[in-house]
């Protein structure tokens, strides 16, 4: 099996060979680990019209080649324009027009060495904190206007994922936080309301168009991994540590229909110690590898400050740990 026929077979829950699928949600780190400069977010927006589109080709170049060194199974492709919170501005997004050219560029770059993926949206998650008090007030007040605005969030993501199809990707993800490291936000009548019916019609629609569907959702959701599971969604990208998440247990309870991705903690990729990565990575595959679809990454982004030598202890520990053995074959 190539890399991308394995991360296909773990997202089809089918078994693979050889080692676990890697990918990134989010993988910020291109400077680092190419030693040239990719150009998101702020900076290629403030371009001009013949710069913007070399750095297209040059992201493209760095985007691959750092994604194939790697052993990437997948290359998360940059996001329409967001913020991480009112007055932060993120880093791995683009304008339209340019993420367009962009995946373009990337999936003649790739052929079929990588899997690409985009965000495509679709489910109502948790309230920024700017608008936490309105929303929370709102789920009581007004819940057919929550129920309207779920809606009207799936039929703008299913709009993206028919967008992102036609530029070449293979599959996409919703952001779309549901729970805080206490437990779902949502409560079980509002979660059946407003967002399980929501993330079943998402995944029918996103298997419609040929693409695999992913949610990524922070946070303690062992309480709902079972309408999860049974969602027809293809797989979990977070798996969040330090929320408790457990990823031995997710397996557990998913029982092979649902497709885990993530758990190596992202604030220990970013502070280290590198000895406590490659333990923590270590640990996972021996725990993991063959007992159900999983697919290794960071919990979370990849952010541009995380140190290239942290990022590749956990790489240390996959090359030599993540192969795939039978069930009850001993540790090596």
């Given at each position: 099996?190539?890399?991308?026929?394995?991360?296909?077979?773990?997202?089809?829950?089918?078994?693979?060979?050889?080692?676990?699928?890697?990918?990134?949600?989010?993988?910020?780190?291109?400077?680092?680990?190419?030693?040239?400069?990719?150009?998101?977010?702020?900076?290629?927006?403030?371009?001009?019209?013949?710069?913007?589109?070399?750095?297209?080709?040059?992201?493209?170049?760095?985007?691959?080649?750092?994604?194939?060194?790697?052993?990437?199974?997948?290359?998360?492709?940059?996001?329409?324009?967001?913020?991480?919170?009112?007055?932060?501005?993120?880093?791995?997004?683009?304008?339209?027009?340019?993420?367009?050219?962009?995946?373009?560029?990337?999936?003649?770059?790739?052929?079929?060495?990588?899997?690409?993926?985009?965000?495509?949206?679709?489910?109502?998650?948790?309230?920024?904190?700017?608008?936490?008090?309105?929303?929370?007030?709102?789920?009581?007040?007004?819940?057919?206007?929550?129920?309207?605005?779920?809606?009207?969030?799936?039929?703008?993501?299913?709009?993206?994922?028919?967008?992102?199809?036609?530029?070449?990707?293979?599959?996409?993800?919703?952001?779309?936080?549901?729970?805080?490291?206490?437990?779902?936000?949502?409560?079980?009548?509002?979660?059946?309301?407003?967002?399980?019916?929501?993330?079943?019609?998402?995944?029918?629609?996103?298997?419609?168009?040929?693409?695999?569907?992913?949610?990524?959702?922070?946070?303690?959701?062992?309480p709902c991994l079972e309408q999860i599971a049974s969602s027809g969604v293809d797989a979990l990208?977070?798996?969040?540590?330090?929320?408790?998440?457990?990823?031995?247990?997710?397996?557990?309870?998913?029982?092979?229909?649902?497709?885990?991705?993530?758990?190596?903690?992202?604030?220990?990729?970013?502070?280290?110690?590198?000895?406590?990565?490659?333990?923590?990575?270590?640990?996972?595959?021996?725990?993991?590898?063959?007992?159900?679809?999983?697919?290794?990454?960071?919990?979370?982004?990849?952010?541009?400050?995380?140190?290239?030598?942290?990022?590749?202890?956990?790489?240390?520990?996959?090359?030599?740990?993540?192969?795939?053995?039978?069930?009850?074959?001993?540790?090596?």
């Amino acid at each position: 099996m190539t890399n991308v026929e394995r991360m296909k077979a773990a997202l089809e829950h089918r078994p693979t060979d050889g080692p676990v699928p890697l990918w990134e949600i989010e993988f910020h780190a291109w400077d680092q680990a190419s030693g040239r400069h990719a150009v998101f977010g702020q900076e290629f927006a403030a371009l001009s019209p013949q710069e913007q589109e070399k750095a297209l080709h040059v992201n493209t170049e760095i985007m691959v080649s750092v994604s194939l060194e790697l052993g990437f199974s997948a290359l998360t492709c940059p996001a329409r324009r967001w913020k991480v919170a009112p007055d932060v501005p993120a880093y791995f997004w683009l304008p339209d027009d340019a993420r367009e050219k962009q995946a373009r560029l990337l999936r003649k770059a790739a052929g079929d060495r990588l899997l690409l993926v985009g965000n495509a949206g679709g489910v109502m998650g948790m309230p920024s904190a700017k608008d936490y008090v309105e929303f929370s007030y709102r789920l009581f007040d007004a819940p057919e206007k929550v129920e309207a605005a779920a809606w009207n969030n799936l039929e703008f993501g299913l709009k993206n994922a028919r967008f992102l199809r036609d530029q070449g990707m293979d599959a996409v993800f919703t952001a779309s936080d549901i729970a805080d490291n206490r437990g779902p936000f949502f409560n079980p009548e509002q979660l059946e309301r407003f967002i399980f019916p929501c993330l079943r019609q998402w995944a029918a629609e996103v298997k419609k168009l040929g693409l695999y569907s992913i949610i990524h959702t922070d946070g303690n959701v062992a309480p709902c991994l079972e309408q999860i599971a049974s969602s027809g969604v293809d797989a979990l990208q977070a798996v969040d540590p330090t929320a408790g998440m457990d990823m031995r247990r997710a397996q557990e309870a998913a029982r092979g229909r649902l497709c885990l991705c993530g758990n190596i903690d992202c604030g220990l990729l970013l502070t280290g110690p590198q000895e406590a990565i490659y333990e923590s990575t270590r640990k996972l595959l021996a725990e993991c590898a063959g007992a159900g679809p999983l697919v290794l990454g960071a919990s979370n982004a990849v952010v541009p400050e995380t140190p290239i030598a942290n990022y590749r202890a956990m790489l240390r520990a996959w090359r030599e740990h993540a192969a795939v053995r039978p069930k009850g074959a001993p540790e090596p």
